[in-house]
């Protein structure tokens, strides 16, 4: 690093950067009022709708409970259900326990659970007593939002089911995702979050590599990172080192693959962009099977066409043409139009039949 990774930077060109970036950071890594490490807090099921009743705040070391928030007027809820669904009937044995809750009226549920039937147990929270411990509390307002919880009963994981929760799962049950480790994390984010609001870079680095250590396939903390060497003297050498490990971090997480594959091939300074390594990791988050196979398809499309590549952007959006639904294939046959048109221009203009 140079000079200009001092503890505490110049004080005009770093305000102008953690005001770029306050909303990117704050948003993520504000604290909780329910945090990792914590117990589930109280349930209070007014119904229960769907199967046995379950309570995640009695841990008996073998249960993992999985705890979620829908709503019968979101769509993303209406995705997730089939998909936990799945998560049950496969988990069973390993003692997995699905429970979620709504604060929706019984005459909304009822007819809509006849067409998106749950086969985990769920209850509705008449009061919001749930919710508010939930959610409320921390002004959590996006659902799904689900909350994993190990053996002992401690917050492990907070986020969407349908980004990656099986891998929280597995990850559970192999032991390599447990409340330590994610006491571990919060401490680690609050270090970050402390040095973010005292402007100090230092500790900021420090805290960035050990929360890569320690969620290795989470984008978030290495785009940071990436940010901070880019705009404040990282090196060509040290930027690539950081990129190559996102991507090792990554494995099979098309979430991050995509969103390193665009910092790789757009974001920073023109002499830290990594094309090729934005092209490998754009293709491996589409060879994948997951809720990211459209952004990753898109991805793929655009780092070709940044590439002089007009040919596979169009073999890639044919692909998904294939894949999508009738909205996406609208959207994707409009996009492959223009490229096909650019395509033929590019063509003549170089005398190519």
């Known amino acids: 690093m140079s000079d200009a990774a001092a503890p505490i930077f110049e004080e005009n060109v770093l305000k102008r950067f953690f005001q770029a970036v306050a909303l990117f950071s704050l948003i993520a890594l504000q604290a909780t009022a329910l945090d990792l490490g914590d117990a ?12 046995s009743e379950v309570d995640p705040t009695t841990p008996d070391d073998k249960t993992i409970f999985l705890v979620e928030v829908w709503s019968t007027t979101c769509p993303p ?3 997730s259900i089939p998909i936990l669904n799945d998560l049950q009937k496969r988990y069973v044995d390993e003692d997995l326990k699905i429970v979620s809750f709504t604060t929706d009226e019984e005459s909304e549920i009822l007819p809509f659970l006849e067409m998106h039937p749950m086969e985990y147990a769920s209850f509705v929270d008449t009061e919001a007593q749930t919710y508010i411990n939930y959610m409320a509390a921390d002004n959590r307002n996006t659902i799904p939002h689900a909350f994993l919880f190990d053996r002992s009963g401690r917050l492990v994981w907070i986020g969407n089911p349908l980004d990656n929760v099986e891998e929280k799962i597995k990850q559970v049950l192999d032991g390599t995702l447990n409340g330590d ?17 005292e402007q100090n870079m230092g500790d900021m680095l420090s805290a960035l590599v050990e929360l890569e250590d320690l969620e290795p396939t989470n984008p978030q903390f290495f785009q940071l990172h990436y ?3 880019s705009q404040f003297g990282g090196d ?8 190559r490990s996102w991507f090792k971090g990554a494995n099979d997480n098309a979430e991050s693959l995509v969103i390193l594959s665009m910092v790789a091939i757009e974001q920073g ?17 589409f060879s994948i099977d997951s809720s990211h196979k459209f952004e990753a398809g898109l991805t793929l499309s655009e780092v070709y066409k940044s590439l002089g590549r007009l040919d596979l952007a169009i073999e890639v959006l044919d692909k ?14 409009t996009v492959r139009a223009f490229s096909q048109k650019s395509l033929d221009l590019g063509k003549a203009l170089a005398g190519i039949e």
């Not at 300074?269 to 491996?284: F, G, I, Q, T, Y």
């Open 269 to 285: 300074l023109p002499e830290h962009r990594d094309p090729e390594l934005a092209l490998e990791a754009a293709k491996r988050a």
């Open 320 to 333: 998904l043409i294939e894949l999508g639904d009738a909205e996406e294939r609208e959207f994707l046959e």
């Open 181 to 197: 480790k994610a006491t571990a994390i919060r401490s680690a984010r609050d270090r970050l979050q402390s040095a973010f609001e």
């Open 40 to 51: 589930a807090p109280q349930i209070f099921p007014a119904k229960w709708i769907t199967g």
């Open 236 to 243: 060509r050498e040290e930027i690539a080192g950081l990129l």
């Open 77 to 79: 809820c209406v995705r």
């Open 227 to 229: 940010r901070l060497l």
